[in-house]
């Protein structure tokens, strides 16, 4: 793979490989993708904005520049209530690659961080030199002017161009919330949704506040993706409980959808209205219950991006994917390329009589089960129509 190095959310040549467990890759026309959805197919993308999250200044105790890269969020609670996970580096900027980057000075609870017109106190270290918890000393209105005013996207390296705000939105942005773009978003725009509902899809949204990508810190990297905050609507939870019911696919459009699904349906047995935090690691060994086929960027293997593609193919798939990834020179990185990844659904797991506490729950386990058999049932008839060539 080669990194993309060029901010083109939607570049003519943008390729999709689309993978499945029993066939080849292949490569397609990224703009092809409603191609691929089928009526009563749902596509979900996340509609957070990206935040200007990275602020150059200086530590007050020491007079010793840095940058502060805004990672993540207790909660979306963060337009009245500015505090957050901050990844804190020494001198340099985005030219530098992450992983070459300076330490910041020694931090300590009420260090002050002036940057630019905003002063930042370390209210919390939370057991790594670069990692604290920040509260921005002012009011919020103030705040949220000088974050639009003074912070940069976060970048890395292999993009030489300053990026710009709308670089990093994507077409369907909406509340600021996101702390690196939910880049997958890219491949969306008016003419792509306009072709999805022509092919009998529908389109729903969630907000998940994206987290960062990438430390500079291989101890600090095995942490991500940190917990990131969610909101689901109440029209997309019944759009997703509409779509199995029809036996459509719920396709995500990015990691940071299927965190918050599954996050939600892993809490509650369904996907419910309403926020969260998403606390889950997904890979090998999840059970999805929410989302079915997922459109990602190409990632490399280890990063926490690639772990989560576990959850929807196995190994094998996956070392095929990557070859062709590498042998096809894809692009990689949030303006790359694209993969679709559709797997052959699994049979739920029959519950045990021990399962059942037989206080005449409503539903109980078994209702449970047999409402998933009958889902996966005819998930697996309209994957096997979508691939003749399977085995069945």
Known sequence: MIAASLPVQRPADARLLVVDARAAPRAIPRRDFADLLAPGDLVVANDAATLPASFAGFHARTGAPVEVRLAAARSLDIVDQPRFVAIVFGAGDFRIRTEDRSPPPSLAVGDLLTLGPLEATVERLLDHPRLVELRFAASSGDVWTAIARHGRPIQYAHVPKPLATWDVWTPIAGAPFAFEAPSAGFTLDWQSLARLRERGAGF??????AGISSTGDPSLDARLPFDEPYRIPEATAIAIRRAHARGGRVIAIGTTVVRALEDC?????????GEGVAMLRLGRGTTLRAVDAILSGTHEPGSSHFELLRAFADD???DRMTAVLESERFRTHEFGDSIFVDPRPEPPARPTADDCCRGGCDPC??????TELARYEEALRQWRLRHPAAES
Request: hydrophobic fraction near 60%; glycine fraction near 4%; avoid cysteine.
């Open 204 to 209: 729903a949204t969630i907000t998940l506040a």
């Open 265 to 273: 349906a892993a809490r509650h047995g369904a996907v419910r209205a």
């Open 316 to 318: 094998a798939t996956l």
């Open 365 to 370: 386990v078994f209702d449970v089960y047999e």
